[in-house]
């Protein structure tokens, strides 16, 4: 002004994007609130929202998909945990028709009791992809189906198939409760902020029934198995980290006096699976089972049996479908070898 002072402006903080309204987003919570209202429109026609659904949106933000949902759908759950973000949503949809139709629940998805939803719409902070994922997959009673935006890369390990570069553990064990389908990709200049990278959505639909599997052999075969998921499974199964893992808790149910029929796959359905991708270390790569005078135990000889009888010593993870993995577990607790 003239003849007197500026007043300079206060910076923003880096990672801070601000919008019309006022609110500023933060990429540090994975806040990128879609701004293409023609994308809007096409998740939610994907999604075959009915009339009489109750939808939880994770991740509401400023309330866009959320009123279109509102549209379609008889009552939309939000859970936000950006305080500033319920009273941008409470604001918007005050005094209007929809009002009485959204409930907003301020908190952590994943520190959430969630109540009783048929299907799930969200564009979700990436950082919480998978612990979400597995969240809903647990989720009872079973809704119909979830269409998230992911990643895009996570998304593609989601849906991979065998041979593909991106099928891994998270893979198998996403298909072993769901059928998973990619819908659409989307440009990062969908969004405001725009990411890092590219999204896509994807519609899960969980398995009914689902398959009965011993959740912890299960996780602890797979992690084996995809450790090195090029590797055959008799080169992985020959090591001697493996060998010394599996007759540890052979010899451990020796011991207690229970029947391998009593520990089958079976059994336990309700334990944690640990959906992340994380490969457990073996730190003796190529090391194989074995005296200084190169004889094979006899513990190794009956793993080895199982592999060779079942078809299965000289396959690939990285090539096998999800009945292949149920068929080879299930041949391997047959023999009493367990993997929990």
């Not at 020959?238 to 893992?245: A, D, G, H, T």
Request: charged fraction near 25%.
């Amino acid at each position: 002004m003239a003849g007197g002072k500026t007043k300079k402006e206060k910076a923003r903080p880096a990672g801070h994007t601000p919008y019309q309204g006022g609110i500023s987003f933060h990429k540090s919570k994975g806040q990128h609130i879609l701004k293409n209202p023609l994308l809007v429109d096409s998740i939610v026609q994907k999604s075959g929202i009915k009339s009489t659904d109750v939808i939880l949106e994770i991740g509401p933000g400023t309330g866009n998909l959320t009123k279109k949902l509102l549209e379609v759908g008889k009552r939309v759950i939000a859970v936000e945990i950006d305080a500033r973000m319920v009273l941008e949503l409470q604001r918007r949809f005050q005094g209007t028709p929809h009002s009485n139709r959204l409930q907003v629940i301020q908190g952590d998805v994943l520190k959430t009791e969630l109540p009783y939803f048929d299907i799930c719409v969200a564009n979700i902070p990436y950082q919480i992809s998978s612990p979400l994922t597995f969240k809903l997959l647990k989720h009872q009673p079973a809704f119909r189906c979830a269409i998230i935006m992911f990643q895009r890369e996570f998304a593609m390990r989601l849906v991979a198939q065998p041979g593909d570069k991106l099928y891994c553990r998270l893979t198998v064990n996403t298909q072993l409760l769901s059928r998973v389908s990619h819908l659409l990709k989307v440009g990062r200049n969908n969004f405001r902020p725009p990411p890092k990278v590219d999204s896509s959505v994807v519609r899960i639909e969980p398995r009914k029934p689902p398959f009965e599997v011993n959740q912890k052999e299960w996780d602890g075969f797979l992690r084996i198995c995809f450790n090195r998921k090029n590797k055959t499974l008799g080169s992985i199964f020959r090591q001697k980290s493996v060998i010394n893992l599996l007759e540890k808790n052979y010899k451990t149910l020796q011991a207690l006096n229970l029947a391998p029929a009593q520990q089958g796959a079976l059994e336990d359905t309700n334990d944690v699976m640990d959906f992340s991708d994380e490969d457990i270390e073996m730190d003796d790569d190529g090391v194989e089972d074995g005296n200084a005078e190169g004889e094979v135990s006899e513990f190794k000889k009956k793993v080895l049996s199982v592999l060779k009888k079942a078809g299965f010593e000289g396959e690939r993870s990285s090539k096998l479908k999800l009945q292949q993995f149920l068929d080879l577990l299930s041949e391997f607790n047959k023999d009493g070898i367990h993997f929990s």
